[in-house]
């Protein structure tokens, strides 16, 4: 089946550095991928769509310029969390949607990101 | 707005129990409903799903039924088994922008 590539899949940072954690899709082309966050016993929560070629889009509450998102490909989506803080620790997962496909039957999911500030 | 509602875990169940995770939501229109499983050290994979009322999904075992008059779509399995040991996720999704709003997941321990 199809496959979204998350890398990295753990990373520790100090407080006030940035770091990028990338999404691939491995054999289909997305045009939207989707960044979500989880927090201990809670919902994933989106955090922004991401489409390719343009601006991604956030959700309400979310920073734009702390949680920086390009889509410079079909296959490849990034987030870079910008300047990170204790409280961005967190489990980041991304999700891509099969171009070829219908909304709700193609998404994928990669394998998540856990991300630690110390 | 959207928000799913599931049991909280962990459910810890015997091999070959029955199985019920219930899943209530909220939502504008009229959604499709999913279940995603998570198995350890992976990511989210699509269980089953049900784009309207009545409908009935089902997968390796599991079914869940889209209950309009509840707004629930709880799912179940007759037997489950070790390797059924997951996160599993409710979400659903409204409109066609492909944005899907999850439950917190309910962790299923299955022991021998």
């Known amino acids: 089946g199809a496959v979204v590539s998350q890398h990295p899949s753990r990373v520790i940072c100090k407080s006030g550095t940035s770091v990028k954690i990338e999404c691939r899709s491995l054999?289909?082309?997305?045009?939207?991928m989707f960044w979500y966050r989880q927090f201990p016993k809670q919902s994933l929560m989106l955090m922004a769509t991401?489409?390719?070629?343009?601006?991604?889009?956030?959700e309400q509450g979310v920073e734009k310029d702390k949680f920086l998102i390009n889509h410079a490909s079909l296959t490849l989506s990034t987030l870079t969390v910008t300047s990170a803080h204790p409280e961005d620790s967190s489990f980041y997962i991304c999700?891509?949607?099969?171009?070829?496909?219908?909304?709700?039957?193609?998404?994928?999911f990669g394998e998540g990101s856990w991300l630690t500030v110390v | 707005g959207n928000s799913v509602t599931q049991m909280e875990g962990p459910v810890t169940l015997s091999e070959e129990a029955f199985l019920t995770i219930n899943c209530t939501y909220t939502?504008?229109?009229?959604?499709?409903l999913f279940w995603y499983v998570q198995y350890p050290g992976e990511g989210l994979q699509l269980l089953l799903k049900?784009?309207?009322?009545?409908d009935k999904g089902s997968n390796k075992g599991f079914e869940a039924t889209y209950r309009k008059e509840t707004t629930s779509f709880h799912l179940e399995k007759g037997s489950v088994q070790v390797s059924d040991s997951a996160v599993y996720f409710c979400?659903?999704?409204?409109?066609?922008?492909?944005?899907?709003?999850f439950g917190t997941g309910t962790r299923l321990q299955v022991t021998l």
């Open positions: 049900a784009t309207k009322a009545d």
């Open positions: 999700s891509a949607r099969d171009r070829a496909g219908v909304p709700g039957n193609t998404i994928y």
């Open positions: 991401s489409n390719e070629g343009s601006k991604a889009t956030y």
């Open positions: 979400a659903l999704m409204t409109g066609t922008a492909s944005k899907l709003t």
């Open positions: 939502a504008t229109g009229y959604p499709s």
């Open positions: 054999d289909f082309q997305a045009t939207t």
